[in-house]
């Protein structure tokens, strides 16, 4: 074999070794999960397309003009040529392709190759659990906040039944010492010490429960009994800032879908608002109006006080923005949010006289969720 045989079995075994290699890199590229292009600057030409680029813009295989490819993209067209006269060898934007807004990267080399890597989005699965990270944390956030806020108020109202049966006992210790006390007095007195540990485990019980750390967890839900629920948890606070409260409600059920918890914690927070307006007022004008009714499919819930009303700059559903002393300005803006997860809406509104109403806008729970509790 000569020489020029021999170099050109060579040639031919390097080319049959350099397809393999081509071969081995287009299979390798189609399997990258990142949808790119690669255009050559000089020729102006697609030179590679991942499947998963052609296959976000519907395109065939074999096509090598990137703007005619790209053309129902204008955004993208766009940066492309902002990067090809740029400066810039990196750089990434956040621009619409395929319908969608995502992130692209945007890598220049110097053998005139230009890469665009379009990113893809989230999964629904990665949305949903941040999605439902962030509930759970701004449920608990606001749970703690809330409880921290009636702290104060609850070690108050603790201290007079712990004060009343302090007395008590010294004096069923004292009547003990006297060989001519009566046991029907002692007995008596016994009776109404043990009504005010109740009272106070009572308290202490209710606020645990509300405490209490869990998912939410949607449920059919009567309007009215949530709503009577959350005033009897707080009926210590309204005795002790001697509010008059009156509850208008429908004899029919008003069903909601959604979490008890989450949408107790949302009353409760809007009724101790209404109470907080009162402080300054008279205690004979201090009157809390709590309403619910079904409006054309949504139930609306009202709660009405005679406090110091709204001023012009009050900053409602600013976040840390307060006017209480004691106070850490999230109370409402969580609330809002609470009542958005459920497709609702809160606003507040200035009366007539003196005060304000708080409304709170809630869809009816469907007939099927309704049946499936087995309420029809």
């Known amino acids: ?210 405490t209490q750390s869990r998912r939410p967890k949607p449920d059919v839900l009567d309007t009215r009994l949530q709503l009577k629920e959350a005033i009897e948890l707080l009926d210590w606070l309204l005795k002790h800032n001697h509010c008059q409260v009156q509850i208008i409600v429908p004899d029919e059920p008003l069903y909601i879908s959604g979490d008890a918890t989450m949408l107790q914690q949302v009353f409760i927070n809007l009724i101790r608002n209404a109470v907080d307006a009162m402080y300054q007022q008279n205690k004979e004008r201090r009157k809390l109006k709590v309403s619910a009714e079904n409006i054309e499919g949504k139930i609306t819930v009202s709660i009405t006080d005679t406090g110091h009303g709204l001023g012009s700059g009050d900053k409602l559903f600013v976040p840390f923005a307060t006017t209480k002393s004691g106070g850490m300005g999230v109370g409402l803006n969580i609330c809002r949010s609470f009542i958005e997860l459920h497709q609702g809406r809160l606003w507040l509104s200035p009366n007539e006289q003196e005060g304000c109403t708080c409304f709170v806008e809630l869809p009816e729970a469907s007939q099927d969720a309704i049946q499936k509790k087995g309420f029809v």
């Open 1 to 210: 074999m000569d020489v020029s045989t021999t170099i050109a079995s060579a040639a031919d075994d390097q080319a049959v070794h350099c397809r393999t290699c081509y071969k081995e890199l287009l299979e390798a590229i189609a399997s990258v999960k990142s949808a790119f292009i690669v255009i050559c600057l000089r020729t102006d030409t697609t030179l590679l397309m991942s499947e998963s680029m052609r296959s976000l813009l519907t395109l065939q295989p074999g096509s090598i003009h990137w703007r005619s490819d790209m053309a129902n993209d204008s955004e993208l067209v766009a940066a492309c040529e902002r990067a090809i006269v740029s400066s810039e060898t990196d750089w990434v934007a956040e621009i619409e392709v395929a319908k969608s807004k995502r992130s692209v990267h945007f890598t220049k080399y110097q053998n005139g190759q230009l890469v665009v890597t379009v990113h893809a989005e989230p999964s629904v699965a990665e949305n949903l659990h941040e999605y439902m990270q962030a509930r759970d944390n701004l449920f608990s956030t606001s749970r703690t906040i809330s409880v921290s806020e009636m702290a104060t108020t609850l070690a108050h109202e603790l201290n007079t039944p712990i004060g009343t049966i302090s007395n008590i006992l010294n004096g069923v210790k004292m009547r003990l010492k006297n060989p001519d006390a009566q046991i029907g007095t002692i007995d008596s007195a016994l009776d109404r010490a043990l009504d005010q540990t109740r009272f106070s485990q009572n308290i202490i019980s209710r606020i645990r429960d509300f």
